[in-house]
């Protein structure tokens, strides 16, 4: 599985847009890239997944390079409840889908 | 609709004892997955099943066993308890999509 790099840690101010970086140099082809972000000690929960186009929900955007070797996470109005550890994660394709594993991730800290 | 629910909450286990984590979903899916979270650390894999049948070592299996006889049930061993393994154990069930729920969460101390 492709290893992810992520700064420790971020501030952003509230209401302002929060972009968190994720690089992954050594991703596959099939391999996809996902976001889960942790708060407190609540479980993980999922944000956004993609595999090479741009995409966006409910809760945030995700960007990925053309050589999709990083991507970065948008929350575009982050609010104090943003505050969390959020997770890059590359998921292998193929027979390698099953396993999911998480790295340190970065701790995002929205401040008023 | 429950999601991941796990069992027990909280548990104190003396050195040497054993036990087993619950985890049950109710959504069909066929990937469960158990992870542990020491403090202040992201979490690491322990087991994986991507089916009712099959199951995988992740990164940190040793000192645990998992089962996976039904799609809804997939149970975490702890045969010989060591204090090593005092952490939070968090269950998640996903399905092809790719988004993983996650249970709340089983604080284990090993004394």
């Not at chain 1, 999922?46 to 966006?56: D, F, P, Q, S």
Request: with cysteine.
């Amino acid at each position: 599985d492709a290893k992810t790099t992520q700064p420790p840690s971020m501030d952003c101010a509230e209401g302002r847009a929060a972009n968190l970086p994720c690089n992954h140099s050594t991703i596959s082809g099939n391999e996809y890239v996902y976001w889960y972000r942790q708060i407190h000690s609540q479980g993980p929960q999922y944000i956004i997944h993609g595999l090479k186009n741009n995409e966006t929900n409910e809760m945030a955007s995700l960007i990925i390079t053309e050589d999709r070797k990083s991507s970065t996470l948008i929350l575009p109005h982050a609010t104090l409840r943003d505050t969390a550890v959020y997770y890059c994660i590359v998921r292998g394709g193929g027979t390698s889908y099953g396993k999911l594993t998480f790295g340190q991730g970065t701790i995002l800290t929205v401040h008023p | 609709n429950a999601g991941v629910t796990q069992t027990p909450k909280f548990r104190i286990l003396k050195i040497g004892q054993s036990m087993t984590l619950q985890c049950t979903q109710d959504m069909n899916h066929n990937y469960m997955y158990w992870y542990r979270q020491d403090p202040g650390m992201g979490l690491k894999l322990i087991y994986y099943s991507v089916g009712a049948g099959i199951t995988d070592k992740g990164e940190v299996p040793n000192g645990y066993n998992v089962s996976r006889s039904t799609t809804e049930d997939f149970p975490l061993r702890l045969e010989l308890a060591a204090p090593s393994q005092t952490s939070v154990y968090f269950c998640a069930a996903g399905g092809t999509g790719g988004e993983l729920f996650f249970g709340e969460g089983s604080r284990l101390t090993v004394l």
